[in-house]
């Protein structure tokens, strides 16, 4: 066991809850991962996954015109589904930037886009009243000085080992210098935090797990001066987990943690912490033209419900084309919680778990719960045979129990043993996913 009570922030608490307020309250926000990637469009780590080379990848970005590119319409379909704030990748591991920056010639301002598309994203969804989020990539597979680890494209054929691996990575890393890609790293963070106004969340990604040999640790990007750095350009804004620094026993290097494509059932494990779960629509992140297994409705509604009833966020990736846009299949999603985000939004935002008096023994459904109004909110994932469904020791909890939808009466009994309730609800299951019903507290 390590100690975790190093710190780099002098912070209690309390401060920390006000600081990730809107956050917490939140609950759903949308990532937006876009890049030079959504041309060959089958997976945003395909330069990685195919080792291709700079020359070989240089047609993307010499083709990288994204004329429908209309974030005004982004921003739209977020709100209307709900989600809170919007976090874009600035830059991913490819090395592009969708900014205007004066550190690289390696950005949409040079490519047939010829804009910062970054300012126009900011603009667009800050109109809407959505909170703005920076993606910024450690990895780098761009940066000539950033140095070769076991992800990068020209990482050594697998079959090398031990010794002559080694010897491999030496030679390709001879000449490269961290330092100068610790410095762009600094600089690029300093204009993302000093040009787009107030910016309320920065998502860096990723580093490796302490003992990987061949991967990159907090001291690779220098880690406890990055952060410090970017909660002094924005001493609001609220930063991932992702320098490492955690490994290194740092409780405050991050503000909260990053389960990524993990199962509903998965997210039990972190209740009690901040946290944010990353999933995507179909599996891949960057818009993948033949991806055809998409979550369903009811899939993603048991991410969302999930994450709000242990007390977590959840941030949903829409992976835009190549000519910038949404595709069918991303806002048929988005208007499936769009629906059912409209009439029962009160159930997600500003909720979180309930005390535990109420929780009750069927896994099947959730309960969320806002602490102001002191509302309970049931969520029906599996419909209760012939409409009845027993909340054991509520006799005395509940005084009213409605449909959130329409404010439908739910009326309930007490069961013989004289202390479950017994809802009664519709025999049959209204038609639509997740039903939610309002119980009102004593
Ligand atoms: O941008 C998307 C992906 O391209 C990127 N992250 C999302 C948001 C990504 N894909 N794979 N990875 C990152 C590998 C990293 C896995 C991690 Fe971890 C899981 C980083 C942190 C948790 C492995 C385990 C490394 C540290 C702990």
Known sequence: AFSQDKKIFN?????????????????????????????????????SHERITDAAYQKYFDNFNPDEFDPV?????????GMKYAVLTTKHHEGFCLFDSKYTDYKATNTPAHRDLVKEFVDAFRAEGIKIGFYYSLLDWHFPDYTVDDVHPQRPPDSLKGQQKDDAYAKLNKGRDMNKYRQYLKDQVTELLTNYGKIDILWLDWTWGKDDKYGKHSDDWDAINLIKLVRKLQPGIIVNNRLGLENEGYADGGDFVTPEQVKPKELLAYKGKYWETCQTFSGSWGYYRDENTWKDQKQLLDLLVTSTAN????????GPTARGEFDYRATRALDSLAYWMHENNEAIHNCTYPPDEYNIPDSAQRLTYNPSTKKLYLHFFNYPANGKYVLPNYKGKITYAQFLNDDSEVPFTVSDNGTDLILKLPETKPPYEVPVVELILK
Not at 25 to 33: E, K, P, S, T
């Open 11 to 47: 912070e209690t608490p309390a401060q920390k809850a006000e600081r990730l307020k809107w956050w917490t309250d939140a609950r759903f926000g949308m990532f937006i991962h876009w890049g030079l990637y959504s041309l060959p469009a089958r997976h945003e780590w395909v330069k």
């Open 73 to 81: 319409k982004w921003a739209k379909e977020a709100k209307a589904a």
């Open 311 to 318: 007390g977590g966020n959840l941030i949903l990736n829409v």
